[in-house]
């Protein structure tokens, strides 16, 4: 595979308008990239600036294969490729002075890329992100649930989801985002555009929470979902992620993901339980 095949660009509405049907066409699986590009879209980065995100398209027959973006804190993302294919994008984007902080992407393809970097620029590989990946089926909710209700957020309660989201990071190491929360910069955070979900008792005390990504692609995925450690056990958490995918179905999305720990046979369960079904696997390495 000739690098000549990448396609780059910083222009994010030419990448759109050229790779589009290519992230709609498979939108639980491209649903990071879907979601990360909208983002980006959005910021709006001027395509002179040094810092502006940088987006390739793979090209074969007149059809895209795959994509890339890189964003300006260095994150990777990628579609499924092969071992050659991350072989020769590897020394293409050293070549052009890209240097990528972490790649994110599912299993096999990150795995690769990491291979690749390592063999072309010596930076070693840490793995730092395992997950599974989820698409809802038919909703099946538990009966009989937990007493109490699913309440849309307002601003009144910006207060606590903010502390929650920063427990939430607590819980699963995520230090990037406590940073930012911590700076004040909850707009720059990945949880800044979500639509958060309270699962309340019948007194109106929020007990549990799930955010969603707004409809991109037809695709809408439910992170985080968070429930205080001693509330948990009780159903909440499966509650109000019904309540969330209930609203992204309701919304119009035709694809409602999300991602869990592997090692979390607990939430595993759980989700399975009310109709959420295995996709692939993801991981994340980070390089020296």
């Known amino acids: 595979m000739l690098p000549d095949d990448w ?12 790779a589009g049907d290519f992230l709609r066409s498979r939108p639980a699986l491209h649903n990071t990239p879907l979601t990360d590009i909208e983002k980006l879209r959005i910021r709006g980065a001027a395509e002179d600036d040094a810092d502006a995100p940088v987006f390739g398209r793979l090209e074969s027959g007149g ?9 300006p804190r260095g994150r990777l993302g990628l579609t499924p490729l092969s071992a050659e294919q991350t072989d020769a994008l590897a020394p293409h984007l050293a070549g052009l002075g890209h ?35 989820y698409r809802l089926g038919p909703l099946t909710p538990r009966q009989p649930g937990p007493e109490g209700r699913g309440r849309i957020t307002g601003g009144q309660d910006r207060e606590q989801v903010v502390r929650w989201c920063r427990e939430f990071c607590v819980d699963v190491g995520e230090q990037s985002s406590i940073d930012l929360i911590d700076a004040g910069s909850w707009d720059d955070s990945r949880f800044g555009d979500r639509h958060f979900t309270f699962w309340e008792t019948s007194e109106g005390t929020p ?10 692609g037809g ?8 429930t ?3 509330l948990r056990g009780r159903g909440y958490a499966g509650a109000v992620t019904v309540e969330a995918s209930r ?19 607990t939430s595993n369960a759980l989700y399975q339980r ?15």
């Not at 396609?7 to 050229?18: M, N, P």
């Not at 059809?63 to 964003?71: D, Q």
């Not at 972490?102 to 096999?108: G, K, L, M």
């Open 247 to 265: 609203a992204a179905l309701a919304a119009g999305a035709t694809d409602v993901v999300l991602f869990t720990d592997p090692d979390n046979l």
């Open 99 to 133: 240097s990528p902080s972490n790649v994110i992407a599912d299993h096999d393809t990150a795995g690769a890329f990491a291979e690749s970097w390592q063999r072309h620029t010596s930076a070693a590989p840490v793995l730092f992100w395992r997950t599974h990946l």
């Open 7 to 18: 396609h780059l660009t910083q222009d994010v509405d030419d990448f759109i308008a050229r």
């Open 228 to 230: 205080p450690a001693h």
């Open 207 to 216: 007990v549990s929470m799930a955010a969603a990504t707004s409809i991109v």
């Open 219 to 226: 695709m809408v995925r439910v992170d985080p979902v968070y």
């Open 274 to 288: 009310i109709g959420y079904v295995h996709v692939a696997d993801f991981a994340g390495y980070k390089f020296s």
């Open 63 to 71: 059809e895209v294969r795959a994509i890339f973006y890189l964003t």
